[in-house]
């Protein structure tokens, strides 16, 4: 299944961008957004858990960034508020099929990934 990540750009600090993608002929029980940085490992930012809308996030993202999705289930959003530039990183988004028990993520959990998008923030 092909994920369509979209929506990255050049921002400013304390600006907001709003990330999609898209999850064609959903299957997936699980999606979720990563993101990676020149020169750091990728890194768990958000999912949510499909079937029941529960929503995880990272520390660092917590109270700035907001994933949802839409009412048919087919898209799902990252909301970025109060951006920084720490928050520059190529942003991927991720699905998994099966429900997974516990709130902590990582790569090895998801199957499915996307292309990325690039996010720039400016101090």
């Known amino acids: 299944v092909q994920l369509q990540a979209s929506g990255g750009g050049l921002v400013q600090a304390g600006d907001s961008l709003r990330l999609s993608c898209a999850a064609p002929g959903r299957t997936f029980s699980v999606m979720g957004w990563f993101r990676q940085a020149p020169g750091k490992d990728r890194e768990f930012v958000s999912a949510i858990d499909w079937s029941v809308g529960t929503t995880y996030y990272a520390d660092s993202v917590k109270g700035r960034f907001t994933i949802s999705r839409n009412n048919a289930k087919t898209t799902v959003y990252l909301q970025m508020n109060s951006l920084k530039p720490e928050d520059t990183a190529v942003y991927y988004c991720?699905?998994?099929?099966?429900?997974?028990?516990?709130?902590?993520?990582?790569?090895?959990?998801?199957?499915?990934w996307g292309q990325g998008t690039q996010v720039t923030v400016s101090s």
């Open positions: 991720a699905g998994r099929f099966y429900r997974k028990v516990g709130s902590s993520w990582s790569e090895g959990d998801f199957g499915s």
